[in-house]
């Protein structure tokens, strides 16, 4: 199926869509310019419906096919925010705003759906009904479950919901499907470690939390190496260790900060029970005391095996 020939045709107006969100990026649920120009080019595409506010700053268009209005109503869903990154490159389109940019595709998401809004109110050559759904506060605001929690389902009557992410290292007019777990559930863990803080010079008079830090960390490892089944998945990765202020000075506490990743919910449950007992115990073995913080943010995303097969079919067909 060679590309349709209007689609093509909109390739200069979509490259000036994404490289004006690019320019200006929005954070979380203050994606306020973005939804506003999303609701604008909906409009100004004939969309039947458009409601702004859903889930806060969400946008959601409604277009109507004309052979009939009796098959299912479809979601297409993209998110909207970006992230709190300074963007480094030397591009026309470069971030406008400092410390904020879109380093996850975001905008790459928001244009695709625009331009699939603009041909499908265009065209109109389907049954059913088809809802283009932008979403605000993707990156950790779980502003999908806040658009869902604001009736968006059913308002809309949506019956199945369909999302892309674009993948930079994959090659070009590739696409990666799979049925069942295809994202990981994405929780946060944070431990704090007290010892007793002490002059450097003076070891021996403390409990350097560095020390018990730097073990934990290790051991922290093992769950994934020596508790999770080889045949499953997990990731633990421990990004940031804070401690101390001075070079010459042991401090009094060290905080450790990471993510773990799982793709089914009895593994989630192990990781954080083991990821508990060898924060504790660890800490223990040195005299020190140790707090362990497990936050659960999104589930594991599980694709539908019949709306997955079709997805992938219509891939291979383009």
Known sequence: MPIVNRVADLHPDITAWRRDLHAHPELL????????????KLKAFGCDEVVTGVGRTGVVGVIRGRRGSSAKTIGLRADMDALPIEEANDLPYKSTVPGKMHACGHDGHTTMLLGAARYLAETRNFAGTAIVIFQPAEEGGAGGKAMCEDGMMTRFGIDEVYGMHNSPNMPIGSFGLRPGPMMAAADYITVVIEGHGGHAARPHLTI????????????????????????KSAVVSVTMFEAGTADNVIPQRVQLDGTVRTLDEDMRVLVEQRLARIVEHTAAAFG???????????????????QTAFAADVAIEI
Do not use: W
């Open 208 to 231: 350097d939390p560095v020390l018990v830090g730097c073990h934990t960390i290790i051991a922290m490892q093992s769950v994934v190496s020596r508790n999770v089944d080889p045949l």
């Open 29 to 40: 649920y203050d994606v306020h310019r973005t939804a506003g120009a999303v609701a604008e």
């Open 288 to 306: 020190a005391k140790a707090k362990f913080t497990y936050r659960r943010n999104y589930p594991v995303l599980v694709n539908h095996e019949k």
